[in-house]
Antibody, heavy 116, light 108 residues
Framework: EVQLVQSGAEVKKAGESLWISCKGSGLSFSNSWINWVRQMPGKGLEWMGKIDPSDSYTNYSPSFQGHVSISFDKSIGSVYLHWSSLQASDTGMYYC?????????WGQGTPVTVSS | DIQMTQSPSTLSASVGDRVTITCRASQRISSWLAWYQQKPGKAPKLLIYKASSLENGVPSRFSGSGSGTEFTLTISNLQPDDVATYFCHQYNSYSPWTFGQGTKVEIK
């Protein structure tokens, strides 16, 4: 069974940096892109970007390009979402998710609160 | 990007009713379509994948159909526990993931 377990809630100030993580089990990172999805309070789901863990190739939504970065640590099997300088508008819930053979699995979500 | 148009945005029905939610893709996506149920403060819960495959453990009153550009989620025999927001999600591997705007299901 594929499981994606995300790091815990974060409360930060605008301008600070942040890493959140998504640890996978039960999957082969050689054939499973890991995606990040944002959900702002009371809103819908927005795809942010994805990474191919086999070679760390990334692809970002234009809406998030340059504001976040996605990386993979093979030694611990975790994918990261990183902000170098948070904004109050980054407040929301962040999910990692993957699709293997057409079946989708999601992490439990990481709530991020950014105060100005 | 592929746009997903989901309707209706809200739906009010009685317990035991059959309800239908529709998603239309702006391009053909074969059967790369999933449906999720989301309750407040919770992660999306997968109900249907590959347009019509029922996720393990999901009640059989949920069903999905369609292919290409038109897709439907049907809840037969609506139950109070089904009160939630439902999203469609296209995951064609050649384009960015996109999602429907959501349908809020309420009990009359």
């Amino acid at each position: 069974e594929v499981q994606l377990v995300q790091s815990g809630a974060e409360v930060k100030k605008a301008g600070e940096s942040l890493w959140i993580s998504c640890k996978g089990s039960g999957l082969s990172f050689s054939n499973s892109w890991i995606n990040w999805v944002r959900q702002m309070p009371g809103k819908g789901l927005e795809w942010m970007g994805k990474i191919d863990p086999s070679d760390s190739y990334t692809n970002y939504s234009p809406s998030f390009q340059g504001h976040v970065s996605i990386s993979f640590d093979k030694s611990i099997g975790s994918v990261y979402l990183h902000w170098s300088s948070l904004q109050a508008s980054d407040t929301g819930m962040y999910y990692c998710a993957t699709s293997i053979d057409g079946h989708n699995s999601w992490g439990q979500g990481t709530p991020v609160t950014v105060s100005s | 990007d592929i746009q997903m148009t989901q309707s209706p945005s809200t739906l009010s029905a009685s317990v035991g009713d059959r309800v239908t939610i529709t998603c239309r893709a702006s391009q053909r996506i074969s059967s790369w379509l999933a449906w999720y149920q989301q309750k407040p403060g919770k992660a999306p819960k997968l109900l249907i994948y590959k347009a019509s495959s029922l996720e393990n453990g999901v009640p059989s009153r949920f069903s999905g159909s369609g292919s290409g550009t038109e897709f439907t989620l049907t809840i037969s025999n609506l139950q109070p526990d089904d009160v939630a927001t439902y999203f469609c999600h296209q995951y064609n591997s050649y384009s960015p993931w996109t999602f429907g705007q959501g349908t809020k299901v309420e009990i009359k």
